[in-house]
């Protein structure tokens, strides 16, 4: 139980254009939704959290302009890199937390490249 | 400085090794500690939850020492599956809180 589905698991696309990921939860409600990124050998850093119906919460540094979270449902929130850029070339995830004492649940990662 | 450090790594060990890694954590209202495990830039997966009495599962013992924000991980009889990135994972026992994850040490177990 609690699986959340990640789709793309991978993207390469061009520069200037955007990208959206998302991140369903399939078998849960995910009141709350975290976003990170990771680049090469670098640990996974939060970028943003998203809570259903409310404007998510940006980490210090994370344009929220650039990367736009939609979070209208209990089920997708929606990642999407505008305008992307290479040095935006990263390991995208989405995880959600579940009740305790069940912890949290991770997507399966989005692997995008922006050539 | 960084809220979560690991040891650098990487950590070259033949099968049967005994490796530790340590980590600490700056953030003195961090509440809960986990490992995690990362296979090949994957999600990654929950190793064990660290408790202040010390745990063991299996092969593996974790040390929580709140007093010098320091936690570590034992991995015992090393197996060549255990070849991964470790991460050491911290946060705070608000609702709603994110996890916070270390920069990860990769262990390579060899044959």
């Known amino acids: ?31 709350t939704m975290f976003w990170y990124r990771q680049f090469p050998k670098q640990s996974l850093m939060l970028m943003a959290t998203s809570n259903e119906g409310s404007k998510a919460t940006y ?4 344009e929220k302009d650039k990367f736009l979270i939609n979070h209208a449902s209990l089920t997708l929130s929606t990642l999407t890199v ?8 990263s390991f995208y995830i989405c ?7 069940y912890g949290y649940t991770f997507g399966s990662g989005t692997r995008l490249t922006v050539v | ?11 070259n060990v033949p099968e049967g090794a005994t490796v530790a890694f340590n980590c600490t954590y700056s953030n003195s209202a961090s509440q ?3 490992w995690y495990r990362q296979d090949c830039r994957k999600e990654p997966k929950l190793l064990m939850s660290v408790y202040s009495s010390g745990n063991e599962d299996g092969r593996f013992t974790a040390q929580l020492n709140r007093a ?8 015992r ?5 255990d070849s991964a990135t470790y991460l050491c994972v911290v946060k705070n026992n608000q609702a709603g809180t994110a996890l916070i994850f270390g920069k990860g040490t990769t262990l390579s177990v060899s044959s």
């Open chain 1, 1 to 31: 139980g609690a699986v959340v589905s990640q789709h793309p698991s991978w993207v390469i696309c061009k520069s200037g254009t955007s990208v959206k990921i998302e991140c369903r939860s399939l078998d849960f409600q995910a009141t």
């Open chain 1, 59 to 62: 980490e210090q540094g994370v």
């Open chain 1, 82 to 89: 505008t305008s992307a850029h290479p040095e935006d070339s």
């Open chain 1, 95 to 101: 995880s959600a937390s579940l009740q305790a004492p």
């Open chain 2, 1 to 11: 400085r960084k809220e979560v450090e690991q040891d650098p790594g990487p950590f």
């Open chain 2, 32 to 34: 809960s500690f986990f």
């Open chain 2, 68 to 75: 010098s924000q320091y936690i570590s991980l034992l991995i």
């Open chain 2, 77 to 81: 009889d090393s197996k060549l599956s």
